[in-house]
């Protein structure tokens, strides 16, 4: 096998990951564990054929698998490019997804090599089944933000100003991180809240918002950052108790171990957190 | 008039037990000897297919915590609001299905394959995408829910109407196919014959066609309450998750599955045991009838 010369351009990686929208999410959480399980097979075979042999100890190479939180999803995919630039011969592939199902994904056999999780809770679901190796260690935090309308007609400025009856607040279900966190800050701030739905993700209920269905929401900074000016972002302080820590491991089974450290290094570089804090997340 | 119609009646009658007789028999003749082993084997995997993933919700469920599982005001309120939205769902369908399946039956008019066409969309497109479509129809900002909010102050979205609306969606093509069907098959003989005695279009209709397809409209109705029932994404799009509001028993079982498998394994055998009750009650009262 002759090596590949590095302007070689990349394999299109649009076979390999998976990209769930907010509005297909709601489809069914069943065929999430499918449908991680069939795209990492699919990458994994790709891999074989894609990947050319490792030439020295500090050149890494291959197909490195990445399974990460949907919150993850534009800064990890701009991270994953880098790394290729800076890595000729690597090709990064994503499976973006809810943490949970994406743990599923991973106790149950999927081939990956990297997981990052949006929460504390569902990363321990994995180094509990002995899928991780070492700790887990926690690479950002996000932290929550009211989305509202465009221009904020409702003048709203604190955590407070949602308790309003007049205006149609949405919430993510208390079964999701994102509903926890928000009912976290909620306590802090002493406040009751009925929402007028309990969204079953974070981009659903940021969804809502900018479809001028709901007035506002509780959601993550970053997804604020991602909707651009389809809503608008309000800080509030209660926020601070209620921040969630993303952690990111490398797996125990992983097919391509070295370039998956490698990946793991990137994200928690000085260059991989910039992108992040760009992102609107929080590094430390 | 009176004699007329209890004419026809014993005429569906009739008619009905003709239609099952034969059928009987056939699948009696199957079950017997001489059944070819390459039919019989893909047979009994289909039956596998469609059996063990029931059976495995029993064999996995909690039946220690079943009782606090199912006694928990949650499930309650969520099976109620499924068994009233599906039931108004229906009711919207009938209300409004029944005179579209006799418009594409009895009349034509130019399109009408198209109208017909379109009118089954709902039942091949995915629910979540009925559900963006409704809430870009009727939501707050959509182009009929704006006027609606500006001129009356009704926003359907995360509202319990929200979720008949969207359950009627996904489940009134059944309704309107399945009564078309029967239109079709019905004798118009008896409508023509009802119009030379003097009665309006209307009256025949009411008096005359709708007790002739009324085992239509009945089997329609139950397979549009079972899909109205079983609705998930076309509700949780439109009109989001609310307890005791816009909660249904599939929503509740999704979302219990993000964090208490178990929760959601009870759930399921609810829901489950309900579609069996109701399938076996009606057909139960459709073979007596028969």
């Not at chain 1, 994503?94 to 991973?106: E, K, Q, R």
């Not at chain 1, 679901?125 to 002995?130: E, K, P």
């Not at chain 2, 309650?76 to 229906?90: E, I, P």
């Not at chain 2, 439109?238 to 249904?248: E, I, K």
Request: hydrophobic share 45%; charged share 20%; net charge neutral.
């Amino acid at each position: 096998m002759t090596t590949r010369p590095a302007h070689r351009t990349r394999p299109s990686r649009s076979g390999c990951s998976v990209r769930r929208t907010p509005r297909t999410r709601a489809a069914g959480a069943g065929a999430v564990v499918l449908l991680v399980l069939g795209a990492s097979t699919a990458c994994s075979s790709s891999s074989d054929d894609g990947s050319s042999p490792a030439r020295g100890d500090t050149r890494v190479s291959g197909t490195v698998t990445v399974f990460a939180a949907a919150s993850l999803t534009e800064s990890f995919t701009t991270l994953g490019e880098r790394f290729e630039k800076a890595n000729p011969g690597t090709e990064v592939t994503f499976s973006f997804g809810g943490s949970d199902g994406l743990a599923a994904g991973i106790t149950s056999g999927a081939p990956a090599d990297v997981f990052a999780s949006a929460s504390p809770g569902t990363m321990k679901i994995v180094s509990d089944a002995g899928d991780a190796t070492g700790t887990p260690a926690t690479f950002v935090r996000n932290r929550l933000e009211i989305a509202t309308l465009p221009d904020n007609p409702e003048g709203v400025s604190s955590l407070k100003d949602l308790t309003d009856a007049k205006l149609k607040v949405v919430l993510c279900d208390r079964e999701v991180p994102c509903g926890v966190a928000a009912q976290t800050a909620l306590d802090a701030g002493g406040l009751k809240l009925t929402p007028v739905s309990y969204e079953q993700d974070v981009r659903s209920a940021l969804t809502k918002v900018a479809l001028k269905e709901a007035d506002a929401a509780l959601v993550y900074r970053t997804d604020v950052r991602a909707a651009g000016d389809k809503v608008e972002g309000v800080d509030f302080p209660e926020a601070a108790e209620a921040v969630n820590d993303y952690s990111i491991t490398l797996l125990e089974d992983a097919p391509n171990a070295e370039a998956a450290e490698a990946f793991v290094a990137y994200v928690r570089s000085d260059g991989g957190q910039r992108v992040l804090a760009d992102a609107g997340f929080l590094t430390s | 008039m009176p004699a007329d119609t209890s004419g026809t009646r014993t005429g569906t009658r009739k008619g009905l037990r003709k239609g099952s007789g034969p059928r009987r028999r056939r699948v009696g003749a199957a079950g017997g000897q001489g059944v070819p082993l390459p039919l019989l084997l893909p047979a009994l995997l289909a039956l596998a297919f469609l059996l063990v993933p029931l059976l495995a919700l029993l064999v996995r469920a909690p039946w220690q915590s079943m009782p606090e599982q199912l006694t928990s005001p949650a499930v309650w309120q969520a099976l109620r609001l499924s068994l009233v939205c599906a039931t108004a769902a229906t009711a919207v369908s009938l209300v409004l299905g029944v005179p579209l399946a006799w418009l594409l039956a009895r009349t034509d008019f130019p399109g009408r394959g198209l109208v017909r066409a379109l009118v089954t969309l709902p039942l091949v497109l995915p629910p979540v995408v009925g559900g963006v479509a409704l809430l870009m129809a009727l939501g707050r900002n959509g182009i009929v829910g704006q006027r609606l909010d500006q001129w009356f102050g009704i926003s359907l979205p995360f509202t319990t109407a929200g979720v008949v609306v969207a359950e009627a969606f996904v489940a009134m093509p059944f309704l309107v196919i399945s009564v078309e069907g029967t239109l079709r098959a019905a004798d118009r003989r008896y409508e023509e014959a009802a119009a030379t005695l003097g009665a309006s279009r209307f009256t025949a209709f009411r008096r005359v066609t709708l007790p002739l397809i009324a085992p239509g409209v009945a089997a329609g109705s139950v397979l549009a309450w079972a899909r109205a029932l079983g609705e998930f994404g076309a509700t949780i799009t439109f009109a989001g998750n609310f307890p005791d509001r816009t909660q249904t028993m599939p929503l509740a079982v999704y979302l219990a599955l993000q964090s208490d498998p178990e929760a959601a394994i009870a759930l399921s055998l609810v829901l489950l045991a309900v579609s069996i009750a109701v399938l076996a009650g009606l057909r139960d009262r459709w073979l007596t009838a028969s």
